[in-house]
């Protein structure tokens, strides 16, 4: 599948470097993450297949992985709130919601059964076995 280019994005890095004081930027953190900043990395194996998604910033019940046959959807639901603190006054608060999702195809079919995953540091690492195919069974001809 094809990484989308955001529109503007050329524009938005050449007006950051140039006039940083016009680029606004939310007060805290970054922005919802586009589905082209979850890097991911695949690496193939006899067995199956490892893979390295970056998605920092999010807990761990905020990331939802499926997979089928050999398609796995990553998404992940963002959430970043300011906190109140005891004896200040808000002024202001800012809050965004989002979700970000990516998909992919792996060349053969995964064993769901099978797979694990673990986030850690904000890299989720899939471990995804490859569906062992029953071999050919030799039929006796009457």
Known sequence: ????VTRGSLFDDFFKDIA???YVRPLHGDGVPSPAQI???VKESDGGYTVHAEIPGVSKEDIHVSLENNVVSLRAEVR???EKREGEKVLRSERYFG???RSFQLPAEVDAGQ???KYDNGVLVL???KKVRAAGQRLNIE
């Open 20 to 22: 940083p004081g016009f």
């Open 39 to 41: 890097k991911v990395d």
């Open 80 to 82: 970043q709130h300011d």
């Open 1 to 4: 599948m094809n990484s989308l």
């Open 115 to 117: 797979a694990k995953a």
């Open 127 to 129: 471990s995804l076995p």
């Open 99 to 101: 979700s970000v999702a």
